[in-house]
């Protein structure tokens, strides 16, 4: 049970109430009988007190030092908080915005007329340039003629892919003012994982193939690369492994490859001998099937003489 504040008050003040006459109280016994009262004799009495007021004075001096202290640690808490607050304010407000750039998004197909909004526009622009890198894929089969094929890509993300400078711009400010404000990280990283939980495979590979043909320093590139979104948050959006491949060769980095591995309710041990003995089960059967359908041969009858 937490005491209150005028509670603890009271307890304080009756304990060194009760601290004081228990002395009090103390000093009588030992000196009793008391043979003479006069204004010397009290004065004696009174001094005998001295000892309980230094003793109070220490503890009073103590209190004081450890409530600056408290006061300290609380002001410091008090400060942590006010820049979570004002973090997730600003962090949430920027992202609301990135949305918002991002349905603001138009392309338009040249061949068709047709117009094209937010996430579909990107989904576009990424569907045509794989239609149009199909028609140099045959240089990936000599390696001395893949060099055509790579310059042949970085020419048409350049075309195709048409920087939308307010949608990169929104994202980058998100992602600077997550490495400004949190020192650490540890507080980076659930920052960092909401941002790429927002992004869909449409957006995440609109967003590798802008950095791909990237200058090696540009800001959002570089901050793409230190909170880790190509290499591990981007993993899992359908992007060619020659395009990845080419990617860490000309950035230097390391793309990290989407888990395969299932989860399964039984042992890979116990589901293999369960196959083992369901085969044996079943070729058991074909052959009980195989003998129990085999005509009878004929039996001679022996005629005995008798």
């Known amino acids: 049970m937490t005491l209150s504040l005028k509670q603890s008050a009271v307890l304080v003040v009756a304990g060194v109430f009760l601290t004081i006459v228990a002395y009090a109280v103390l000093i009588l016994y030992l000196t009793w009988p008391i043979s003479e009262f006069s204004i010397a004799k009290s004065g004696t009495f009174g001094d005998s007190f001295g000892v309980v007021t230094s003793l109070f004075s220490g503890l009073a001096f103590a209190g004081i030092i450890l409530t600056i202290i408290l006061q300290r640690q609380e ?10 607050q004002r973090f997730e304010g600003s962090f949430y407000r920027i992202l ?7 349905e603001e998004i138009r392309i338009t197909d040249a061949q068709s007329g047709i117009t094209y909004h937010a996430i579909d526009a990107l989904n576009f622009v990424c569907k045509k340039l794989n239609e149009t890198m199909q028609k140099y894929s045959s240089f990936l089969e000599d390696e001395n003629q893949r060099v055509i094929y ?6 048409e993300v350049q075309k195709l892919i048409r920087r939308q400078a307010r949608y990169l711009g929104t994202l980058q400010s998100l ?5 400004r404000d949190l020192p650490t990280a540890r507080e980076r990283e659930p920052y960092w994982n909401i941002v790429a939980n927002q992004l869909t495979s449409h957006e995440g590979r609109y967003l590798f193939y802008s950095c791909l043909v990237a200058d090696k320093e540009d800001p959002l590139l570089l901050l793409m690369h230190r909170s880790g979104m190509i290499e591990e948050r981007l993993k899992n959006n359908n992007i060619s492994r020659t395009h990845k491949s080419l990617y860490e060769r000309v950035h230097g980095i390391t793309i990290s490859r989407p888990s395969s591995r299932l989860v399964m309710p039984h042992p890979p ?3 293999k001998r369960v196959k083992r003995l369901a085969r044996k089960q079943k070729k058991a059967a074909a052959e009980s099937r195989r003998v129990a359908s085999k ?8 005629d005995h003489e008798a």
């Open 96 to 102: 609301e915005l990135y949305r918002k750039n991002l």
């Open 269 to 271: 041990e116990e589901i």
């Open 295 to 302: 005509p009878l041969e004929p039996t001679e009858e022996l």
């Open 175 to 179: 992602l600077e003012l997550i490495e």
């Open 150 to 155: 790579e310059s042949q890509l970085f020419v």
């Open 75 to 84: 002001l410091t808490e008090s400060r942590e908080i006010f820049r979570i």
